[in-house]
Nanobody
Framework: VQLQASGGGLVQAGGSLRLSCATSGRTISYYYMGWFRQAPGKEREFVAAINWSGSSTYYADSVKGRFTISRDNAKNTVYLQMNSLKPEDTAIYYC??????????????????WGQGTQVTVSR
C-alpha cells in the first residue's frame, strides 16, 4: 500500500490549503483514514480522521471548526480542507491508514501505513 500526500505549501495566516492523500495498492473503502502532523521538535499529533463511509469524522480540538476531512472512495483519496490557518498549524502533514479491526483510535500506533508527508507553512 502506498499513500501519497500532496497539496502543502506556504500560505499567510488566515489562508486556506487543501491536502490530498492518494492511495494505491489497496482500496481504502473499508478503512478509517487519518491525518496527523508533526512540527519540528514535537511529537506527531492527531489532526482528523474519517470512517470508511465518510459518515463520521473526528477532529483535534485545535483544528475543530477550521479543518474538514472528507474522502472519495471511488478515487481512493482522502482530503483535508484547512481554512483560517494559523502559524501554529505549521508542520509536516501525514495521512495514514487505520489498522483494520482495531477499535478506532487517534494515536499514531493505531495506524499502520503512512504517506511521506507534505509541508505546510503558515506565515504571520
Amino acid at each position: 500500500v502506498q499513500l501519497q500526500a500532496s497539496g502543502g505549501g506556504l500560505v499567510q495566516a488566515g489562508g486556506s490549503l487543501r491536502l490530498s492523500c492518494a492511495t494505491s495498492g489497496r482500496t481504502i473503502s473499508y478503512y478509517y483514514m487519518g491525518w496527523f502532523r508533526q512540527a519540528p521538535g514535537k511529537e506527531r499529533e492527531f489532526v482528523a480522521a474519517i470512517n470508511w463511509s465518510g459518515s463520521s469524522t473526528y477532529y483535534a480540538d485545535s483544528v475543530k471548526g477550521r479543518f474538514t476531512i472528507s474522502r472519495d472512495n471511488a478515487k481512493n483519496t482522502v482530503y483535508l480542507q484547512m481554512n483560517s490557518l494559523k502559524p501554529e498549524d505549521t508542520a509536516i502533514y501525514y495521512c495514514a491508514l487505520h489498522i483494520p479491526g482495531r477499535t478506532f483510535g487517534t494515536r499514531p500506533a493505531d495506524y499502520y501505513y503512512w504517506g511521506q508527508g507534505t509541508q505546510v507553512t503558515v506565515s504571520r
